[in-house]
């Protein structure tokens, strides 16, 4: 259904993930993405409600979404960066929805730079002001910020349940 309303979507189906960490296909990865963003608006666990609480404060939940549903459509391009394949799917895609500028930038931040939060915050100096400083200056806003914070958290607990630890989320935030 969605590779007919989004024919980008379509070569995800039933591909692979050959990436040890990857639990799913790249279809159902992303949609456990989205079921466990969707879930956070209800959760009661202890650990999930800060994750909540930028979710609620979000002035528009649909780019994350947007965002989620194409972060790996590049995957089944066979592209050299796949990250890249998906970011100018996805400006493709918000064009062809009539997306307004800001939210095809909105969509196209997050899939462009759907890695560079955990990277940062796993393997960069978080006490170094040159890490921080460089990392602020890609990222730009709050609003990019807090929506970067839960594309990650998603992302990690879509890939599999335990992707997320307690380590990267003490380092994300």
């Known amino acids: 259904f969605l590779g007919r309303f989004v024919p980008e979507f379509k070569g995800l189906t039933c591909l692979p993930q050959h990436d040890y960490a990857?639990?799913?296909?790249?279809?159902?990865?992303?949609?456990?993405?989205?079921?466990?963003?969707?879930?956070?608006?209800?959760?009661?666990?202890?650990?999930?409600?800060?994750?909540?609480?930028?979710?609620?404060?979000?002035?528009?939940?649909?780019?994350?979404?947007?965002?989620?549903?194409?972060?790996?459509?590049?995957?089944?391009?066979?592209?050299?960066?796949?990250?890249?394949?998906?970011?100018?799917?996805?400006?493709?895609?918000?064009?062809?929805?009539?997306?307004?500028?800001?939210r095809r930038r909105a969509v196209t931040f997050l899939v462009d730079h759907q890695h560079t939060l955990l990277l940062?915050?796993?393997?960069?100096?978080?006490?170094?002001?040159?890490?921080?400083?460089?990392?602020?200056?890609?990222v730009g806003s709050p609003a990019n910020l807090d929506a970067l914070v839960l594309f990650s958290w998603a992302d990690a607990l879509g890939t599999d349940e335990q992707s997320w630890t307690d380590w990267k989320d003490m380092l994300v935030w």
């Open 22 to 102: 990857h639990r799913y296909t790249a279809d159902e990865h992303t949609l456990v993405c989205l079921e466990k963003l969707d879930g956070l608006r209800t959760s009661t666990v202890k650990q999930d409600q800060p994750y909540r609480a930028l979710l609620a404060r979000l002035e528009d939940p649909l780019v994350l979404h947007l965002a989620l549903l194409l972060h790996d459509t590049g995957k089944a391009t066979g592209a050299r960066s796949s990250t890249e394949a998906s970011a100018l799917m996805a400006q493709s895609v918000c064009q062809r929805l009539h997306l307004s500028p800001a």
């Open 120 to 138: 940062t915050a796993l393997h960069r100096d978080l006490e170094d002001p040159s890490a921080t400083a460089a990392f602020a200056g890609i």
